[in-house]
């Protein structure tokens, strides 16, 4: 009884012969890979070390930060900034925490999408009333600009 894996009788198990060569045409030419033409590639530049000082310039630099601390005052800028955060409606800052979560995990156009829902969170009665109040009262943020 055959098997329904059995190759029929018909279909060939070796591999077919290779096309006659043309005795006219001229022979393949084998290369020789040490003697090609191929340039060398150029020797790897000298490594440059980096310090922490030169990648925070650059990034102030290109403005992907604000400020530059010293260490000795980082625990009162820190506090600063955390205070500034504070301040303001929880509403407003967990729409924008959100935003930036959602921004950092989905792509674009999914983001952006969010991003509405993100506003329409901080933007009831109670949080509209609440920035009016503050904004009335000349309470300002005092930031440092670049």
């Known amino acids: 009884m055959a098997s329904q894996f059995n190759r029929p009788s018909s ?3 070796s ?7 043309n005795p006219a045409a ?13 340039p060398k590639p ?15 310039r650059r990034a102030y630099e290109i403005g992907l930060v604000s400020e530059i601390t010293p260490k000795e005052q980082l625990h009162e800028r820190t506090e600063w900034a955390a205070n500034a955060i504070a301040s ?4 407003a800052i ?25 506003v329409g969170l901080g933007t009831n009665q109670d949080s509209i009333a ?9 309470t300002r943020i005092d930031w440092r600009s670049r």
């Open 15 to 21: 591999k077919p012969a290779a096309p006659a060569r």
């Open 130 to 138: 609440e920035g009016q109040k503050l904004f009335e009262s000349g």
């Open 94 to 118: 967990e729409g924008t925490v959100r935003a930036i979560w959602g921004a950092r995990e989905l792509g674009q156009r999914q983001a952006l999408r969010l991003g509405y829902a993100y």
């Open 88 to 91: 303001q409606p929880p509403l």
């Open 26 to 38: 001229p022979a393949p030419v084998k290369s020789d890979v040490r003697n090609s033409a191929v």
């Open 42 to 56: 150029a020797p790897a530049p000298a490594k440059k070390i980096v310090t922490q000082e030169q990648i925070a």
């Open 11 to 13: 279909v060939p198990t």
